[in-house]
């Protein structure tokens, strides 16, 4: 009786391992997955910064992404697995927040073996700060591009010279308003435009979020007519976001980082939504096309808005930053919202529609010109129009440093 105790006792504990019952696991199942399983295929992969990103897309109607908890190596060690539904064909990650976490995040997942991501439409869905120019507390924006707007020279603001409205200046250059001479290739990536508007287009079918709270909140903002937009109930919107380590707020770092995000892309960009991760997530998926392993055409970035970016006439830049921000829980809400329907469309018209991509009728990639193409913003493409060598070096008509070139 004592071997057959035992034995029970022994089974128990290897079905708890192979569960892996320990911490918030117990919710969901583990599958681990090795380089000899069939590879994960995902047709969309939702990725997030946060926890409450993340679980804005848990226990929903429409798809379960925890069906199965696959653990990916090199993911934040906060967040340490991704979630797919039953068959793989919608996943979700959080990458953790600030450019760092994203961009290493990213990298995995991007050369994990676990994954064939080469049709897999890239969902990155966030909250974020919002100009009250553009678009209001609730709102949910589709961005065709990402500026690294921060990536400047910076004087503290006591300290600028004379006659500078700001303490940015661009890399390179010797005063604000006058184009980078020195680029390190991720201060702008151009999404593609044809596949925003599908994404627009579906998620205008949904009915965004918004409550009491939120409606007090904007219309200190009404009297402004330049704030218009803020005034409005939240609503689908394409306009372009800014990247920036720093979590900003103020009127007059607003005014400097939308003068960046035209001046980057050539006046082609409009300034709309404030967050830590875009560039770098963009950064690490390039990388993988270049490897061959995504498909950059394939990646759609939206972001909710849960706070303005500049604060309401009257309001201190501090009480905007350290005050109620009370679109923060519409803004998760919409994320689910106005995602769902992207999703959802992406998958049902699979075949007819989204499997062997959406054609570009704009560039795609980088500053650099790195998958091939002319960049119609900075200087033109590094490499010629032709896609980037892995010994590609590096030209010195790209700005001087101290005198030497990079």
């Given at each position: 009786?004592?071997?057959?105790?035992?034995t029970?006792?022994?089974?128990?504990?290897?079905?708890?391992?192979?569960?892996?019952?320990?911490?918030?696991a117990?919710?969901?199942?583990?599958q681990r997955?090795?380089?000899?399983s069939?590879?994960?295929?995902?047709?969309?992969?939702?990725v997030g910064?946060?926890?409450d990103?993340g679980?804005a897309?848990?226990?929903?109607s429409?798809?379960?992404?925890?069906?199965?908890?696959?653990?990916?190596?090199?993911?934040s060690?906060?967040?340490?697995?991704?979630?797919?539904t039953?068959?793989g064909?919608?996943?979700?990650?959080?990458?953790?927040?600030?450019?760092?976490?994203?961009a290493?995040?990213?990298?995995?997942?991007?050369l994990?073996?676990?994954?064939?991501?080469t049709k897999?439409?890239?969902?990155?869905?966030?909250?974020?700060?919002?100009?009250?120019r553009?678009?209001?507390?609730?709102?949910a924006?589709?961005?065709?591009?990402?500026v690294q707007?921060?990536?400047?020279?910076?004087?503290?603001?006591?300290?600028?010279?004379?006659?500078?409205?700001?303490?940015?200046?661009?890399?390179?250059?010797?005063?604000?308003?006058?184009?980078?001479?020195t680029?390190?290739?991720?201060e702008?990536?151009?999404l593609?435009?044809?596949?925003?508007?599908?994404?627009?287009?579906?998620?205008?079918?949904?009915?965004?979020?918004?409550?009491?709270?939120?409606?007090?909140?904007?219309?200190?903002?009404?009297?402004?007519?330049?704030?218009?937009?803020?005034?409005?109930?939240?609503?689908?919107?394409?306009?372009?976001?800014?990247?920036a380590?720093?979590f900003?707020?103020?009127?007059?770092l607003?005014?400097?980082?939308?003068?960046?995000?035209?001046?980057?892309?050539?006046?082609?960009?409009?300034y709309c939504?404030?967050?830590?991760?875009?560039?770098?997530?963009?950064?690490?998926?390039?990388?993988?096309?270049?490897?061959?392993?995504?498909?950059?055409?394939?990646?759609?970035?939206?972001r909710t808005?849960?706070?303005?970016?500049?604060?309401?006439p009257g309001?201190?830049?501090?009480?905007?930053?350290?005050?109620?921000?009370?679109?923060?829980?519409?803004?998760?809400?919409n994320?689910?919202?106005?995602?769902?329907?992207?999703v959802m469309?992406?998958?049902?018209?699979?075949?007819?529609?989204?499997?062997?991509?959406?054609?570009?009728?704009?560039?795609?990639?980088?500053?650099y010109?790195?998958?091939?193409?002319?960049?119609?913003?900075?200087?033109?493409?590094?490499?010629?129009?032709?896609?980037?060598?892995v010994?590609?070096?590096?030209?010195?008509?790209?700005?001087?440093?101290?005198?030497?070139?990079?």
């Amino acid at each position: 009786m004592a071997v057959w105790a035992l034995t029970l006792v022994l089974l128990c504990w290897v079905v708890l391992l192979t569960q892996g019952l320990s911490g918030t696991a117990t919710a969901f199942p583990l599958q681990r997955w090795d380089e000899t399983s069939t590879k994960i295929t995902p047709r969309v992969f939702i990725v997030g910064m946060f926890e409450d990103e993340g679980s804005a897309w848990h226990n929903i109607s429409e798809f379960n992404v925890l069906e199965h908890n696959i653990t990916v190596p090199g993911l934040s060690p906060r967040f340490p697995s991704v979630h797919c539904t039953l068959t793989g064909t919608i996943c979700q990650l959080v990458a953790g927040e600030g450019e760092i976490n994203a961009a290493a995040s990213l990298t995995a997942l991007a050369l994990s073996p676990l994954f064939d991501l080469t049709k897999t439409y890239f969902l990155i869905a966030g909250i974020a700060g919002v100009s009250p120019r553009m678009a209001t507390l609730g709102s949910a924006t589709f961005a065709r591009f990402a500026v690294q707007v921060a990536l400047q020279y910076e004087f503290d603001a006591r300290e600028r010279p004379p006659g500078f409205p700001t303490g940015y200046v661009p890399q390179g250059a010797s005063a604000p308003g006058e184009y980078p001479r020195t680029l390190y290739g991720t201060e702008v990536f151009e999404l593609n435009d044809a596949l925003r508007q599908r994404a627009l287009a579906m998620a205008r079918t949904a009915a965004l979020a918004d409550d009491a709270p939120s409606q007090a909140y904007r219309a200190h903002y009404a009297a402004r007519p330049e704030f218009a937009a803020a005034a409005r109930p939240p609503g689908v919107a394409a306009c372009d976001t800014a990247t920036a380590d720093t979590f900003w707020t103020g009127a007059l770092l607003a005014a400097a980082f939308e003068n960046a995000t035209r001046l980057f892309t050539n006046g082609s960009a409009a300034y709309c939504t404030a967050q830590q991760e875009d560039n770098a997530a963009l950064g690490a998926l390039l990388r993988g096309a270049r490897a061959g392993r995504v498909d950059f055409a394939r990646v759609i970035v939206m972001r909710t808005a849960s706070d303005f970016d500049r604060p309401f006439p009257g309001q201190s830049a501090a009480a905007n930053l350290f005050g109620d921000t009370p679109g923060f829980g519409i803004a998760l809400t919409n994320v689910r919202t106005a995602g769902v329907p992207v999703v959802m469309g992406i998958v049902a018209r699979w075949e007819e529609e989204f499997e062997a991509g959406v054609e570009p009728r704009n560039y795609v990639g980088d500053i650099y010109g790195s998958l091939g193409g002319a960049p119609d913003f900075g200087p033109g493409s590094l490499f010629g129009g032709r896609k980037a060598l892995v010994e590609q070096r590096r030209s010195s008509r790209w700005g001087a440093r101290a005198g030497k070139a990079d």
